[in-house]
């Protein structure tokens, strides 16, 4: 059996666990950068290009040596396509008035045709080397050696003493787009500084996990940290973490899996769905944005809401602040059973009780309740009278604002206003009472 | 097929020629269909996409959404994989069979575009991030599976990668019956489609289903890149999609002109560059794959159009000052 640490250790697992390791942090680290820019399919467009300069780059490299290596024609021919396709899509949006998208995808298909042609020629003389110029499509994590594990360590290297040493540049360019305009010379260089990296990033992601997945790696890890903070060296530190995480998790998960199931799980893939897994559940819950967690706030404010005029609505029906079930069901837009459920939560929380003859009596709480309700409801009315608005807009207004205003709102509305005693329809504002503490009460 | 292939040790021209006179033969009945060499299959087939593609593609460029296109190229391998396991066709090999296309268009069709929504609307995702989110995911799962199933990855690569010299009768019979398709469709829903894309509050106070038509059209997308990745493989189809119209475009503005235009544009690439690929085989003895020369010729041409008309664009110029700077000195003298 074999443990967890034995990836880091074992003679034949260890470069390429290492090796992916520090290639999707250095392209997630580029990614954080790229997504802020709001132009993540950039990336998708320019690891297609890199592939006719890894095909150009093997031909040439062929000429020279016998021997075929794929780091220096990927680093080299890779770097100058891409580069040359970063050009052509800012030609053809600036000087053709191609929208970006088209440019985009246009750019793509053609770089990748280009290599499709050229690779048509190497699959004919060289087969050998066609098959492994055709793993970098879903990349090939698993040959990796130590000597390609020490090149991609460097190179993220790069990337990290990069981002630390524009740290300030780069803060002020996506968080302070105002003062970075007034210096716009400057922010344009570390922009295109950026778009440099980025190819620089997608050269070296792409032995892991291959030219089609490319933009899950930028876009993935970016994803998951954008959910959690608000600072961009906590962006960087995030998304390096998740990249690390599911580069880790990627390889130990094809290793068990292929095993398992004696079947190929290449590693690319395996790792873009831990990480796209990641994004999905940071996205679902993270406790800010987070898609759970905010309709759960939306749910918690409308039941407080609901609660709160229901009980109003109890205190207003009579004299004795009872009211019978069967009129209240009449009056209120729910299905019965959600209702009764309704009613028996906020019996639990002390402000309802049932009486003999099938009403609903407010406790001292629930009165108290509908109370301070009622007085923040005409509080706010009188505000507004106070700002020079009249009529019906006064009321429905307020309906609203009742559920919204704290108790300093409180306190300090009542302190601008002297301390009214009736609201614009002659209506007493019920007090704070003397008697006990927390209560309320009708003058 | 016949076996013995006579555009064998052909030129650009003769192959050109001989293609026009064997066309003449099967129009007058001399040749069966069953008989088309090789070449003739590929020319037909590689013309038939490109039309497909041109007709389709037009709508994507204008609606700005190509990028959504190449997600759903993307994702088409994930629908396959799927389409093959619930109809139990693992075994049995056969890409053109119609039920396994239809249902994995639909397949991958719904889970790019319904995933895209629901990244970009409910989870509020920069559209372009969810879309890479969403493609590269389905495509990741799509490769693990296809793997798995078939215990290598080759499948994979085929898929991306197309092979148009193996391709057969029954594969132009898809194509043609897609070109069928996309023309029937362009034809009953043009002007929705039109509406759709250039005003979307207008087409719905015209009364259009601007909802079902933006389905309708992911749909199409995606039938058209299934019934041609086999020839030409997911990537390339792009290309098809893509470059006949952003080249008629460099020359026109108008909506119908830009549809025939570039219809006209794919289907003259692609005869023009299975005759080159043809040619360079004849006389330079180098087998190239022929849909890369068909894209390639299509960079060539693109590259060129844009030439002409960025030129053009320096003369109009250079006439409009001449003109404007005339009265100016008039002026200047009285």
């Known amino acids: 059996m074999i443990t967890l640490w034995d990836f880091f250790i074992d003679p034949i697992l260890c470069w390429p666990t290492i090796g992916s390791l520090f290639m999707c942090v250095g392209t997630a680290l580029i990614g954080v950068l790229v997504y802020l820019q709001k132009r993540s399919l950039l990336g998708e467009s320019l690891s297609h290009c890199v592939y006719p300069g890894i095909v150009l780059g093997v031909l040439a490299y062929k000429m020279f040596f016998s021997k075929v290596d794929l780091l220096i024609p990927v680093l080299l021919g890779g770097t100058a396509t891409a580069s040359l396709g970063l050009y052509s899509i800012n030609f053809c949006v600036r000087k053709l008035k191609m929208s970006s998208d088209v440019a985009l995808c246009f750019v793509l298909a053609a770089f990748f045709g280009l290599g499709f042609l050229a690779v048509s020629r190497v699959q004919f003389i060289y087969p050998k080397v066609y098959q492994q110029v055709q793993m970098f499509l879903y990349g090939q994590a698993a040959t990796m050696r130590q000597v390609h594990a020490l090149i991609y360590m460097l190179l993220c290297l790069g990337i990290v003493i990069f981002i630390i040493l524009l740290f300030k540049h780069l803060q002020m360019i996506y968080f302070d787009r105002e003062f970075a305009k007034s210096m716009s010379r400057s922010s344009h260089t570390v922009e295109s500084l950026v778009f440099i990296m980025l190819i620089a990033a997608i050269v070296i992601g792409m032995r892991t996990v291959g030219i089609i997945l490319m933009s899950g790696m930028l876009i993935a890890p970016a994803v998951s940290a954008r959910q959690f903070t608000n600072k961009l060296s906590w962006m960087f530190f995030l998304a390096a973490l998740v990249a690390a995480i599911s580069a880790f998790f990627g390889n130990v998960i094809s290793y068990h899996f292929s095993n398992h199931f004696s079947a190929s799980f290449p590693i690319g893939p395996v790792i873009i769905v831990v990480a796209t897994l990641i994004a999905i559940l940071s996205l679902l819950f993270s406790p800010k944005r987070g898609i759970v967690f905010r309709y759960a706030r939306i749910v918690i404010f409308k039941k407080r809401v609901f609660a709160e005029n229901v009980l109003k609505m109890i205190f207003k029906y009579s004299e004795q602040n009872a009211m019978p079930i069967e009129k209240m069901k009449k009056m209120v837009h729910l299905p019965h059973w959600i209702f009764s459920l309704f009613l028996f939560h906020i019996q639990k929380q002390g402000w309802i009780k049932h009486t003999a003859d099938e009403q609903i009596q407010l406790t001292k709480d629930g009165k108290n309740k509908a109370l301070h309700v009622i007085r923040k409801h005409r509080l706010w009315e009188t505000y507004l009278q106070h700002l020079g608005m009249q009529g019906e807009m006064i009321h429905a207004n307020a309906e609203k604002m009742e559920h919204m205003i704290t108790e300093e709102m409180e306190s300090s509305l009542e302190e601008m206003l002297s301390f009214p005693k009736k609201d614009p329809h002659q209506k007493p504002i019920p007090q704070k009472s003397k008697y006990s503490y927390g209560g309320y009460e009708l003058e | 097929m016949s076996l013995s292939n006579p555009y064998w040790h052909k030129s650009f021209f003769a192959f050109l020629k ?246 006209l544009i794919g289907l003259g690439i692609s005869v023009i560059g299975v005759a080159i690929s043809r040619h360079i085989l004849s006389v330079y003895q180098l087998p190239l794959s022929t849909s890369g020369v068909v894209v390639s010729l299509f960079v060539v041409v693109f590259i060129i159009s844009a030439c002409i008309h960025l030129n053009k664009k320096y003369f109009y110029q250079l006439v409009k000052k001449q003109k404007t700077a005339k009265p100016q000195a008039e002026l200047s003298n009285s």
């Open chain 2, 18 to 263: 001989l293609f026009l006179s064997r066309m003449g033969d099967l129009a007058s009945g001399k040749l069966a269909f069953s008989e088309l060499a090789v070449d003739e299959v590929q020319l037909f087939l590689l013309g038939a996409i490109g039309v497909s593609c041109a007709l389709i593609g037009t709508f994507l460029v204008l609606k700005k959404q190509t990028m959504l296109a190449n997600a759903l190229s993307h994702t088409v391998l994930l629908g396959i994989v799927i389409a093959y396991v619930l109809l139990g066709l693992v075994s049995s090999y056969t890409f053109a069979s119609f039920p396994v296309l239809l249902l994995a268009a639909l397949i991958s069709a719904l889970l790019t575009v319904f995933f895209t929504q629901v990244f970009t609307h409910v989870m509020r995702l920069q559209e372009d991030a969810s879309i890479g989110l969403v493609f590269s995911f389905l495509f990741a799962i799509g490769i693990i599976f296809a793997s798995v199933l078939t215990k290598n990855v080759h499948i994979g690569i085929e898929v991306v990668m197309g092979n148009v010299d193996i391709v057969q009768l029954a594969d132009l019979r898809l194509a043609l019956s897609l070109v069928g398709f996309n023309l029937l469709i362009i034809a009953l829903f043009h002007r929705q489609y039109t509406l759709t894309v250039f005003d979307k509050s207008l087409a719905r106070s015209y009364g259009v289903p601007v909802k079902f038509f933006e389905y309708l059209m992911m749909f199409q997308t995606a039938i058209t890149v299934i019934g041609s990745f086999r020839a030409v493989g997911v990537l390339l189809v792009l290309a098809f999609l893509v470059s006949p119209v952003v080249i008629a475009r460099l020359f026109t503005n108008k909506v119908a002109t830009l549809l025939g235009l570039s219809c």
